[in-house]
């Protein structure tokens, strides 16, 4: 059997675990890290079909171990589901492929077994160079406030801003980066097919045409107060910090900000009045080693010292020859000296605007190109790669 | 001569040096470690009244040099200035005086000559257990919620409030501390005699009755841009740390955070909205190792990490016998167990609420009581000592 057939076979078993398994159950990863995708499906399979026995994977209790059999004999053909995501634009991507985002293998035997992805970008580009912003659902107006200027300024700084597609601080963050032409990622709690909440339906769709819409669980699934708290752990492990806007004590958002601590990542907050309930968790969170910031210069400052790529933790930097065409003509339509808009690009790459703004921030990741205020120009190392005899920088 | 007696003229000395150097000026306090206080002022003295020569003092210019001879002829004699402050209730409290607050000692060359006090309580004991709360003059409605709510907050856990007595923030700390039948330190950048801002005549007035007034510039004296700035290091030096309520960048509140941080105390600060340019000078001290507090108990629980009282340093905990004989009555008022309010201590003690409150925060600090809401107790260690036939403890 090829390679590229033992991970088609492997993909396949991660979409069928996705219906049988929860998300973030360490027991599970345990499994695949010991056996393999391919081989934990089978012996659920054969236990299902099987007699009594003793029980083929270690650690589950025998209750547990029944529930998962039922949804085993219940889940559709991973193929149905590959085919039913495709239908809305969709792919599923997982470990091993092209564009699975290495720095979720932080999370060890939590990692998600894959992520549904809804959108034209490349999700593992986009996420080398992102910070999630994030916070209360009953947020006051400075919540939104700030949740829409943190989340435009990031994006005018070539920045991906993730959050998770709830009201308040972080629809207003999405916004923000959707009204600044910028890039934003909402991961989700459910099917990427399905929008909760449902008042969001609009703002996914556009979040979808214009970003990512990612997520765990498989199509058609809905939210559980268990799986937000462990979407959580998949927006902190995405970026290179969190930042929380409004937050009450014992909200998602500190969750989330924990988990970013727990990661390595920078956690930081936004400070508010102490007279007001929805700050008291982000100055909690300030008084344990969270960094205050007050705006997405200072956020920039300090998830930019991380430094630009990490080369031996997420793959060399392509060389121009390597990239996708689509995006080649992207780059090509940026003259060598001056800034355009994403209009103007659009037009000599002979694409949509969406299209080139997702294709633009992956480059920023590459490091071809940088954003300055509204329009976009080549960097200086891509000028000499670009513009050279040379080829490949 | 006799070591009182030399004191005696040791303060007489210091009396004169603050109507002839300005306020932590670093030049003379090297001449008071050189030559002393005494031999200071006659080698002024003999310069003035002799002909051209050699500057008898190192390290001053001759333009300054000049001015100060001038002041010096100008200056009226200590003893004059003395019997001034005695008029409103006033002392001069310098180093080698049982009253001057030994931390002080941390400014080095830059330590106040002496300290004129306008109040009943005893400036070392209040000091011991003192927090400063300052900020914006022009500070918002919250500024005011949040300066006065700490202060109260601080009174009422049995801590001394310091603050500038300027308009906003400061005043607020003083009302919230004086509100809470609490006590508060007034340290001004002018003469003790003299009210500043003159719309805070009254509370000046009202914190020298149940409070301390205390400042380095002799009397009379008004105040200046650069008196605020260097009366600031006596607020800081003279308390175990300094909470920010509300300061624009390069305010002067911040700049008392700082020299709490260069000498070693804690720098504190309310957070507020972003949004709020008072708020941004706080902030920016969050960022830079300042703690982020949101109410007394979280300042408490910092400044009280430094233990009660450091006895190598401020000296021994007075035993009861040793207690001056009308804080001793107020002692004596205390049962064994029970809380008493102010009023009931100061009716069995035979004296006034204020002069009460002053003694009580005097015994706080000592280790004698404690204060519980509105009301205060004799410590265990107190009723030991007070209640066994052994006498002292």
Known sequence: ??????????????VRLTRIVEPGWEVAGRWLREFGPVETVRRIDEADAGADGPMPLPGVRAERWAGLLARARESPPPERDLARVEDIGARFVCPGDAEWPGQLDDLGDERPL????????????????SVAVVGARACTDYGVRMGASIGAGLAERGWVVVSGGAYGVDAAAHRGALGAAGATIAVLA???DRAYPRGHAQLIDRIAEQGLVVGELPPGDHPTPSRFIL??????????GTVVVEAAYRSGALGTARWAQRLGRHAM????PVTSAVSAGVHELLRKEGVLVTDAEEVVELVGE????APERHGPVLPRDLLPRATARVLAALPARGVLSVAEIACGAGTSADDTIGRLYELRSLGFVERHGDGWQLTRQAIRSVFSDGGAS
Chains 1, 2 share one sequence.
């Open 1 to 14: 059997m090829t390679a590229a057939r033992a991970h088609e076979e492997a993909r396949l078993a991660r």
């Open 231 to 240: 979407r959580n752990r998949v927006i902190a492990a995405l970026t290179r």
């Open 190 to 192: 459910c099917g990427v």
């Open 269 to 272: 907050g936004v400070p508010g």
């Open 114 to 129: 894959g992520l549904w992805v809804r959108g034209g970008a490349g999700l593992r580009m986009w996420a080398l160079r």
């Open 306 to 309: 991380m430094g630009e790529l």
